[in-house]
């Protein structure tokens, strides 16, 4: 379910942040039900442009009557020709970004104005390690488009910023030097409610606040337990890009189409780790963890997966049940 909700996160970065009717009862089944369940998307009207399905160039779209005056959208690429269109490849559902916003933060004082839409928003304010903060929330960065929203969140250095995902918090987080979380790491659904993980917030808020209190990097035990706790969950990170790109080619010689195994929820990574799930943020976000942070960056793209050699060797044979048995193993 942590990786469906992450999946809807990463299509909350997209602008505009929609989701086709072709990926809702395609790629994006469950995510869209995710995201119908919660009441956090809107039907949008029908697309008035979309990619050719043959060569992805962008194409207006137009309407006929064919004989029996029944109404048909199609498409006239100037490289493909024509192709009709079905109702699914024009339907869309946005991401209302506010209904969202309003869910996940229900549990502090919320204030929510878009201020640079589409891409900053203030939340409001929550009491986080001792103190009351201000919580903006920032979308879609892009380098040539968002100097305004960039200037505002400089201009408030001191709030915490949150983003759709660990991506986009880096990119945000270089631009404006603010402390930004991303809630793909710290909300999780809850019998049908999303809820935030405070204390990873918290714990988040305390490492910067000590480095900007003390100014000094950390004691020597410290960083030797983070050093290792970094080294370890590589170690899971990798075994487990190595069991995805087996499970790919195995699903591949097996169906014909090769298959993204499901990244489990962070805490099965720590478990196998042996580290505290609140220590997860502190590895990702170190430094030192460039190695950890390309590969966990691997772990939800199936092509770089598939395409994965650290220490290959030779790949096991697929078998019957080899790939049920790389899906079982990761469930938790």
Known sequence: MQNKLSQLFAQWEHNPPVISGMHAKGKLKEVFSIGQ???????????????????SRRCRV????????????????????????SREQLQRWSIQTERVLASVFAGVTLSLAAKVAPFVWHVGKATWAGRSRQIWFARGFRRDGCQAAVSLLRANSKAVVFTPTDLGAGLWQEATG??????????????????????????????????????????KSKRSQRAANIESLTRVVIDFLRSARDYAFDTK???????????????IFCKQAGIKPHDFSRCIDDESARELKVYWGMTENLEQIMSFRKNAGRRRKPTKDRATELSASYRG
């Open 178 to 219: 603010n402390l930004v979380i991303p809630l793909d790491l710290v909300t999780s659904l809850d019998g049908g409610t999303l809820m935030l993980d405070v204390e990873d917030i918290q714990a988040r808020i305390e490492d910067v606040t000590v480095v900007d209190i003390c100014k000094r990097a950390p004691t």
């Open 253 to 267: 010689e097996k169906k014909g189409v090769a298959e993204l195994l499901p990244r489990p929820a962070i805490s």
């Open 37 to 55: 369940s919660l009441g956090l998307l809107i039907e949008e009207p029908s697309a008035s442009s979309i990619d050719c399905p043959d060569c």
């Open 62 to 85: 137009d309407y006929l009557r064919d004989a029996s005056s029944t109404q048909q959208a199609f498409i006239h690429c100037r490289d493909c020709g024509l192709s009709r269109l």
